[in-house]
Structures are given as C-alpha cells and as structure tokens.
C-alpha cells in the first residue's frame, strides 16, 4: 500500500528564542500572506507549545520544484529575521525529494523519512 503521491512535507521543530514570542507572531503573519498564494505550496501550519518555548512548523509542497522555489524567496526575505527569533532542533522531511532539495537544506542536518504505506482524504 505505497503512497502515490510526490507531495514532500516537513516538519520543523525550533526553539524560540527568550523574549521573542512577539516577533515571532510578526514574521508568522507575514509568512502566510506570502506563502499562501505560492503555486505548489499547499500548506503552511504553525503550532507552539503552551510555555511558548517551542515552535513547529508544517509545510507541504506539490514537488521538489516547488521548495526550491520557497527556499530561493525565503531566503532573500525572511533568512535573516526568522533565523534571530528561531533556533532549528529538528528537521524531519517526507516524501522523495530531489537531490538539489537534499543539498538546499543540508546545513539543517535533516532526517529523511520514504514514504511506506499511507492514504490522505480529502473533506467527505
């Protein structure tokens, strides 16, 4: 029961550095305005955990081509100021992507998990 899908997915749990919950609510905000719109990025969700000192973010994409198209606009935007407000702890990526996806975020030292088995639903 293999999945057939090509969609790539991550999860991206990071720390929230002291005194900038704030800042982070900012940048959130502006991130979705963004992404939301982005062909090929199919969902964006951000949770915090209730002390307010850990973030995840869930982000899934059509394919491969479609992150390295976030990664490019990410970066030139955001980099800077999500990377002073937030420190990666855990980068955990789904799905099959491209070797130029693998080296876009080598630095985060992910773990990769290949799809098994699976099925998603859509609204009944």
């Not at 800042?23 to 990025?41: P, W, Y």
């Not at 951000?46 to 002390?51: G, K, N, P, R, T």
């Not at 394919?63 to 980099?79: P, R």
Request: aromatic share 14%.
């Amino acid at each position: 029961m293999k999945t057939q899908t090509e969609n790539i997915y991550w999860v991206i749990e990071l720390a929230i550095n002291p005194g900038r919950f704030e800042d982070l609510k900012t940048l959130v905000a502006e991130l979705f305005e963004a992404n939301r719109n982005k062909v090929g990025f199919l969902t964006y969700e951000v949770a915090i955990s209730d002390d307010r000192q850990v973030c995840h973010i869930y982000e899934r994409f059509q394919d491969s081509a479609a992150i390295i198209s976030h990664t490019q606009s990410f970066g030139a935007t955001f980099a800077t100021r999500f990377f002073e407000i937030l420190k990666p702890t855990r980068f955990v990526i789904y799905g099959t992507p491209s070797a130029e996806v693998k080296d876009a975020v080598a630095a985060f030292n992910p773990v990769y998990m290949t799809p098994l088995a699976g099925f998603r639903k859509h609204s009944l």
